[in-house]
């Protein structure tokens, strides 16, 4: 049984520990029950058994090398937490070309019962330079 993480930078770290590794179990040792999330894959999902099922079911056997690029925004009050950063990946393109794949993610997270859990995630994709422009150039 893995030692819970003391810090919410430890916690970062065995979590892209569980996804490069493609542990489901150990990722769920990280979540709350109740926790709410929003994916690269899935819109919007309640509770881990649904966060598993549609959103890393879908995503974490498709994806190699993921990791948080250093310098993850952290924040610590009391029994609160949250972690945002930009994140790495290589995905294997139609062409069957492997490419790296940039995103962003947020996690809150909750000390329950002195262990650090995971009560919502955010994963996106970077937009493309050109939504990004038309973003901009909108007002949108």
């Not at 859990?117 to 038309?134: C, G, I, K, T």
Request: charge should be positive; glycine fraction near 12%; proline fraction near 6%.
């Amino acid at each position: 049984m893995t030692t819970p993480a003391a810090t919410p930078e430890q916690w970062l770290q065995t979590f892209e520990a569980a996804v490069r590794a493609r542990d489901f179990t150990g990722g769920r040792t990280l979540f709350a029950a109740d926790a709410v999330a929003f994916g690269t894959w899935a819109r919007a999902v309640a509770g881990l058994d649904n966060i598993v099922r549609e959103q890393w079911q879908n995503v974490w056997p498709r994806i190699r090398g993921f990791h948080f690029e250093p310098g993850a925004h952290v924040h610590t009050a009391g029994d609160s937490a949250w972690i945002a950063g930009g994140w790495l990946t290589e995905v294997t393109g139609p062409d069957g070309r492997p490419f790296t794949r940039p995103g962003r993610g947020t996690f809150v997270l909750e000390r329950r019962g002195g262990k650090w859990l995971a009560v919502h995630s955010h994963f996106s994709l970077l937009p493309s330079q050109s939504e990004s422009a038309h973003g901009r150039l909108s007002g949108s």
